[in-house]
C-alpha cells in the first residue's frame, strides 16, 4: 500500500515532468557517454568497432576502449595522412594515435551531420566506424569519392573498396540507434 507522502511526492514529480520543455530530456540524453569496443580475435585477422554505427545527440561524449590488439579511432579528414573528408566540414577531426589494449579516447561531437571514421593499421581490412550526431548530413552523407571530380581534391586518399563496404546504412543507424558488425 502506497503511504500519502509517496503518492503526493510521485504525483508532485509526474506533475513537474509535464511542465518541463521537450529540450529538457534531450539534455539528459546527451549526456550519456556512448561506449564503442576496439575488438580483435587472437589472431588480429577479425578487427572492427562495435558497434559499428551509432546515433547520437549534439554534445553526446563517444568513448572508444580499445580490447586488444592496437587500434587507433581517426577521422576520415584530409588532416590525416590526407583521407577524404567524410566528416562535417565545420567539425573538427581527431586522430587517437596508436592505443593499446586497456586504453581509451574521448570526443565530444558538437556539429551535426554524420561522422566516418577508421582504424589506421586495420582501415585495409575494413574496421571503420560510422557516427550519426543529430540528423545525417556532410560529406558521410555523401557517396565514396564524391571529390574526385574537383580537381583541388584530387590529392586525398579514397576509401578502400573492403572498407566502403563495411560500414552500415545511415538508414539502419537512424532505426536501430546503433548497429553492431556482423
Not at 14 to 33: F, I, K, R
Not at 73 to 78: F, G, I, V
Not at 105 to 111: A, D, G, P, R, T
Request: glycine share 10%; charged share 20%.
Amino acid at each position: 500500500m502506497l503511504s500519502r507522502r509517496t503518492l503526493i511526492t510521485a504525483s508532485g514529480t509526474a506533475a513537474a515532468g509535464a511542465l518541463l520543455p521537450h529540450g529538457w530530456y534531450v539534455a539528459l540524453a546527451a549526456t550519456e557517454v556512448i561506449d564503442v569496443r576496439m575488438r580483435s580475435d587472437e589472431q588480429g585477422g577479425m578487427v572492427h568497432f562495435d558497434p559499428i554505427g551509432v546515433l547520437l545527440q549534439p554534445g553526446q561524449r563517444v568513448r572508444w576502449t580499445c580490447e586488444a590488439n592496437v587500434h587507433t579511432t581517426t577521422a576520415y579528414h584530409p588532416q590525416n595522412a590526407n583521407h577524404s573528408l567524410r566528416i562535417p566540414a565545420d567539425a573538427r577531426p581527431w586522430d587517437s594515435r596508436y592505443l593499446l589494449p586497456g586504453k581509451i579516447f574521448e570526443i565530444e561531437l558538437i556539429v551535426g551531420g554524420v561522422y566516418d571514421y577508421f582504424c589506421t593499421p586495420h582501415e585495409a581490412a575494413g574496421m571503420v566506424g560510422r557516427l550519426i550526431v543529430g540528423k545525417p548530413a556532410g560529406p558521410g552523407a555523401l557517396p565514396f569519392d564524391y571529390f574526385i571530380a574537383d580537381p583541388q581534391q584530387r590529392g586525398w586518399r579514397r576509401v578502400p573498396k573492403l572498407a566502403q563496404a563495411a560500414f552500415p546504412k545511415i538508414d539502419e543507424i537512424l532505426a536501430a540507434g546503433a548497429v553492431h558488425p556482423p
